[in-house]
C-alpha cells in the first residue's frame, strides 16, 4: 500500500433539532378538482447501479399546516431517474415535510430539514414547496447516504427512528470508511463533498475504474476482496491524491482519510463591482488589498468612478498587527465615515473582546463561545455571540451566529429597544477568499469558509432599503471564486431590486 491512514475517529452526531411533522390534524380537504404529482430524484449518491424495490415515505401538509399524508410509501420507478409513483392532491398549495428512501425496511436515504445537521449537504433541504395548479406535475428531491453512524435527528426528523440495513457479514467483502480532508493555506476543508474514482484490477482481466460521490464528511462504501487490488483517486480545485490498497490491506473496515494541501492561499488582489442597468454592466466602486511579507492585509483602498469616468479615491482601511501575527486594529476612513476598531484575543487565538470608537459612540463587546452537540467531518458545531454596550446610548445589543460545519447557517442581530434581524442561509462547498484574510469583523457577519448561495433576512423596527438574497458564482480551478452575481429585493418583500456582479483578481 502506497499510503494508508487508519484512525479509530468516529463521528458522533447528536444534535436535536425541529422535527419536519406537526401533530395530526382535522384535514380540511378543498371541494375542488384534484391533479396527480410525481417526486423525481435524479441519482442516489455513491450508487452506479439501480437500486429495485425502493419506496418513498412522505409526510405532506397544506399551507395551512394540516397534514394531508403522513408516512405514506411510494413505490419509486427507476427510468433513467427515480420516480415515484402518481401522487394524488386536490389543486392548491402544500409542502413536503417528510422524505425517507427505503428498501425491505431500511432507511437507505433521506431528505434533510432546514437547520439540520445535514442541511448544508443539499440545495433544497425541506419543508418543499408543491404548487398543485397544472395537470401535471413533478418535484425534483435531493437525497442523502444514510449511513449507520447517522440519526434521524442529523436529518431534523425528531422522534423518528431509522432503520439501517444489518452489518455486513461476509467474509468476502470490506467496508471503505472514507474521509476527504483538504488544506488550504491555514484554513482545513473537511466538510466537503468529493469525487472518487476506484479503478479496480481483477484477478483475472483488465482493470474497470467506477466514480463515487463522496458525501461531505465521509462516506462508507463496500467492496469486494477477491480482487488483485483497488487504486483509489481523489481530486478537489486542482489537488489529487492517490491510494493503492492491496490484499492485505482489505480487512473488515479500512478507515482512510484522503485529500491534499497547498501551503499558501490565493489573495484577493482587486474586487470590482458593477451594476447592471440599461443591458450592460456599469462599473461602480473597486477595492485594492495591499499585503506585508507575511500575506496579511495592511491596508485596503476604497475606489469608486467620478462622472469622467476617471478613478477617485474614497478612503481607505488601515491594519495593524499584533506580535501574534493577529489584527489588533483596523482604521476606517471611508466616504466621510471615520471609525476604529480594536480587538482582543485568548491564547487560544479566539476573539475575546471589541472595541469600536466612532464619531458619534464608542462600542465596546464581549465575545462568547457555547459548543453545540454534533459535527460534521472534523469540525465542531458552536454558537459564537457578542454583547455590544454603548457609550451615550441607553441600550444593549447582541449579535449571535450558529456555525454548523464552518458556516454560519443562522445570524440574529437584535437590540435591547427592539430592533432585530434574523437571517438564515444556505451555502456551496467551495472557498469564501475573505476567510483567508482572516480579518476579524466587528458584528460577526464573515466567518463562514464557504460561499452564500441564498439568505432569508427578516427585519423588525430598522428595516434597510435593500437587501441581498441570491448568490451565484463562476469559479476557476483552485475553487476560488472569479465573478458572484449578486439579487437584492427591498428588505421584507419579493421584490426585485437590483443586480450587481463582483469581479475578483488573485
Known sequence: MKKLFLTTLFVLIGLLLTSCKKNREEQPYPANEKTKFNISIESLPGQNNAIDGLSAVITIKSATGHLVIENQAIPLNHRGNYVSDPIELPKGNYELVKLLLQHQGNTLFATPCAGSIMAQQVNKPLAISINLQKTEHTVAIEV????????????????????????????????????????????????????????????????????????????????????????????????????????????????????GSTEVAKKIKTESVYLFSGGRWIPQTRKEYSYNALGQVTRITHLSKATDGSPVTDGTEELIYQANNKVSEIRYQVNGTNKVNYFWYKPDGKLERMKEINEEDTITAEVSYLAQPGKTGITNNYQIGATYQYSRRYYKQYATAEMQGGNAYIYTNHTSHGDSETTTATYDFNINPYAHLDIPDFWLTQLSKHNRLNKWSRYETYIPKYNAYQFSYTYDVEGFPKEIITKYNISNTATDAYITKTVFTY
Open 144 to 259: 442523502l447516504a444514510v449511513t449507520i453512524n447517522h440519526k434521524a435527528e442529523d436529518f431534523g426528523y425528531t422522534g423518528e427512528v431509522f432503520n439501517h440495513p444489518p452489518p455486513i457479514d461476509n467474509a468476502d467483502d470490506f467496508v471503505l470508511n472514507l474521509k476527504p480532508i483538504f488544506k488550504v493555506g491555514k484554513i482545513v476543508y473537511d466538510s466537503i463533498p468529493a469525487v472518487l474514482n476506484i479503478t479496480t484490477y481483477p484477478l483475472q482481466g483488465n482493470p474497470t475504474t467506477q466514480t463515487y460521490y463522496i458525501a461531505a464528511g465521509g462516506q462508507k462504501l463496500t467492496l469486494a476482496k477477491k480482487v488483485a487490488k483497488y487504486k483509489l483517486s481523489i481530486a478537489k480545485w486542482g489537488m489529487i491524491d492517490e491510494v493503492e490498497l492491496e490484499q492485505a490491506d482489505m480487512t473488515s473496515e479500512v478507515k482512510l482519510f484522503m485529500g
